[in-house]
């Protein structure tokens, strides 16, 4: 068994601490059995249940931190909006980093320095936790094309099809599904499009617009499209 758990803790599956707690849970509970088996040859039946109960409630009292991880590891999930990858700060402790990883005892969070911390997930739940969330702002695009023409679809659903795909396919978007595209005009041979892609940043990056710019390009490449970015504030939501 202490191979086991030195070779979970070697692979950041456990901390060195919750493997030494976990190896005292069980030498506790194998000695408590073998006292309940000499005691139940020894005894009588209330003196044996009266141990028993003894015995529980000792095991429990010197373990309470790995119950309680795992109660808290089930409310982290029910209650709590925070997700792996969430950059996270508990300020009375001092720590800030990134949520990597939990498992039902521990959460594992990789500071900007490159250091993994372990807390226990009773922690997570008792100390005031401060969630960051990344600035966000919209790529307006002006998006012209000819109006495809011999498809089921009607042309806008065509359009809006290709140009979703496109924006997922640029991975350049924070949240792909909430694009917002708004017909600004429907002609027989010209359709005009606005859409407004939220990406990363409280100011979008030069890169990113290029890239999204050119996968609409080449997914559009068909119906000669014509692209420009505007400067307007998306539409309410």
Request: net charge positive; no cysteine; proline share 7%.
């Amino acid at each position: 068994m202490k191979s086991l758990l030195s070779s979970l803790e070697q692979r950041n599956v456990i901390s060195a601490i919750l493997s030494e707690q976990i190896y005292r849970l069980l030498a506790i509970s194998i000695y408590s059995i073998a006292l309940i088996i000499i005691t139940y040859i020894v005894t009588s039946v209330s003196v044996l249940l009266y141990f028993v109960l003894a015995v529980v409630i000792v095991i429990l009292v010197a373990n309470w931190h790995i119950i309680a991880d795992v109660a808290a590891y089930y409310l982290l999930i029910a209650f709590r909006n925070v997700y792996q990858a969430s950059l996270i700060e508990l300020p009375r402790l001092g720590i800030r980093g990134r949520i990597v990883g939990s498992t039902l005892f521990h959460t594992r969070i990789r500071t900007p320095s490159g250091r993994l911390v372990y807390i226990p997930n009773h922690i997570m739940i008792a100390e005031p936790v401060i969630q960051a969330i990344a600035p966000q702002t919209v790529i307006p695009l002006e998006v012209s094309v000819n109006t495809p023409s011999g498809n089921k679809h009607s042309p806008i659903e065509v359009i809006e099809s290709i140009v979703r795909q496109a924006i997922r396919d640029s991975k350049m978007s924070t949240r792909p599904q909430d694009a917002i595209i708004q017909i600004k005009s429907l002609e027989p041979s010209r359709t005009k499009i606005v859409v407004f892609i939220p990406v990363a940043g409280s100011e979008p990056r030069p890169s990113t617009i290029n890239n999204i710019v050119s996968t609409l390009y080449q997914r559009l490449a068909e119906l000669k499209p014509e692209i420009r970015v505007l400067y307007e504030a998306p539409p309410p939501a």
